[in-house]
């Protein structure tokens, strides 16, 4: 793991100190059972002048030495833990259509129902103060633990892609915006205590929103569980050891029957792999070698170019949890379409994104799908392969064609093709195992 990544993103202290104390000694102690955070600007922080001055580079330096005390007390945790699961609903709980993961944020920790989304890595949650934010907001005023972060620091850069002028002339909150399609909303970077089962990671990073626009923005927030810098895996750094696996219930459960299990504890014993493939241009994705898909026992005719996996085009198939339906490429999609039409009893009706609808009288002899990886295959459960009408009375392949443009290269295996399936993410050895499980 990289370990500049971490080089400023705990500028708190570790220290031991008493529930409502309200500047701790900032001098580590011996017992470091205890954690407390102290915002760089905060009235307690011995670094909070108004305005960053000549020995500026000398102060973050020195607080980037203390990175390594924050590590060693990630990394003691890891041996006596028990593993750390954290449940997991279809997010109609909260009525949208991703999955979400029960969390909490702040010092007392507050609720949030956060959507799971392995392509991305900032998490963001909408804050108290927000405009247009319509579910539960985190109340930053009540955690002892927040704080936003300057726009001189590392972690602005990562997340705006942008730096602040080295002149240190800018010494405002680190803000920052992200886009949707049409829907965006803007941030400011801030820490706080991220509460993961009975996990505590403190000095967590992440946008609070304060302004959204459309409906797309997850209400309540999004864990960011990619691989690339500011994601939880490279947050947490060592507690995890870069494992996590989830298994989503069915997509109609009301229930917290799933679960996101961080760490290497109690995951599968055997479940297959598949190797994980880096795209340097798209560092937060899973990319995965998709090398044909199987339609009952017909292997579907797909040019094996139009699966290939290319860097450069960002070309390949990538696991995503957020994307309800998976897509294909045009080709390899109409490849499907035509396999599966062949075997299926006719006739076809389109339903909204569906263009593959057939009566449910003729869905038991429905062919099963087989996705083939490199080292491992999955045979599809029926539900993770025809959604159905409201009425009942239709069944669908529930995939659909990307759409068909220049920039229509990457396929989506996504979470409707994932129910009760767990889900294994190994970064440290590069690979995703899948294994069948029944969350429901
Ligand atoms: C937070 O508290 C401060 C001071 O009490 C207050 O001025 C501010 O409006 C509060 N912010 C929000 C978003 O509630
Ligand atoms: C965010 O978007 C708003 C509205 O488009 C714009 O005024 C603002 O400058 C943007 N902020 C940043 C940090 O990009
Ligand atoms: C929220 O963003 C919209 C669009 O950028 C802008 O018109 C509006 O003034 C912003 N509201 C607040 C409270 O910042
Ligand atoms: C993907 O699998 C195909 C077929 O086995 C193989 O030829 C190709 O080299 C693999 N691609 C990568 C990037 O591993
Ligand atoms: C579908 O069936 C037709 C006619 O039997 C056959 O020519 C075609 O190759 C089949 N396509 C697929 C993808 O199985």
């Keep these: 793991m990289d370990s500049t990544i971490f080089a400023f993103f705990f500028i708190g202290l570790l220290t031991t100190t008493r529930a409502f104390d309200p500047c701790p000694s900032l001098k580590p102690k011996s017992d470091t059972s205890d954690l407390s955070i102290i915002h760089i600007y905060g009235k307690c922080s011995p670094f909070s002048s108004p305005k960053p001055s000549s020995s500026w580079a000398a102060t973050v330096l020195n607080m ?77 005023n009540t955690s002892t633990t927040y704080g936003p972060l300057n726009c001189a620091t590392s972690e602005c850069a990562k997340v705006r892609g942008l730096t602040c002028p080295a002149d240190g002339s800018i010494i405002g909150n680190c803000l920052f915006n992200r886009s949707y399609g049409a829907d965006s909303f803007s941030a400011t970077l801030s820490r706080d205590s991220l509460q993961l089962g009975d996990d505590i990671i403190p000095g967590y990073v992440f946008g609070c929103i304060g302004n959204v626009s459309g409906n797309s923005i997850p209400p309540q927030g999004l864990l960011g569980l990619g691989r690339g810098p500011m994601s939880l895996m490279t ?82 198939t990538v696991i995503d949890s957020r994307t309800v339906i998976s897509q294909f490429v045009p080709d390899v999609y109409n490849a499907i379409k035509e396999a599966y039409r062949n075997q299926t009893q006719g006739p076809f009706s389109s339903l909204g994104a569906f263009d593959t609808c057939f009566s449910v009288t ?11 990886f490199t080292g491992l295959d999955i045979v ?61």
């Design 380 to 440: 599809l459960p029926m539900e993770n392969t025809l959604i159905h009408s409201s009425a009942g009375t239709l069944a669908c392949l529930a995939m659909a064609s990307a759409p068909n443009n220049v920039n229509s290269v990457l396929n989506v295996i996504a979470n409707l093709q994932q129910q009760n399936l767990r889900i294994l993410f190994d970064i440290t050895n590069s690979r995703v195992g899948i294994a069948r499980e029944i969350c429901n």
């Design 235 to 316: 947050q947490s750094g060592p507690l995890y050891s870069g494992v996590f696996s989830y298994c989503l219930p069915s997509f109609k459960s009301y229930y917290f029957s799933g679960s996101l299990r961080l760490g290497p504890n109690g995951q599968p014993k055997t479940i297959k792999y598949t190797p994980l493939l880096t795209n340097p241009h798209r560092p937060s994705l899973y990319y995965v070698n998709l090398t044909g898909i199987t339609v009952g026992q017909v292997k579907v005719p797909i040019a094996p170019e139009l699966l290939e996996f290319n860097p450069n085009t960002g070309a390949g």
């Design 64 to 140: 980037a030495s203390k990175d390594s005390q924050r590590m060693a007390y990630l990394s003691s945790l890891v041996s006596t833990k028990p593993k750390t699961s954290v449940p997991i609903a279809p997010g109609q709980v909260i009525n949208i259509g991703n999955y979400v993961a029960r969390v909490k944020v702040g010092t007392p920790g507050q609720l949030m129902f956060m959507v799971l989304d392995t392509s991305t890595d900032t998490a963001y949650v909408p804050c108290s103060g927000c405009a247009n934010c319509k579910s539960t907001m985190f109340s930053q």
């Design 362 to 372: 003729h869905e038991d002899v429905a062919p099963k799908m087989t996705l083939h």
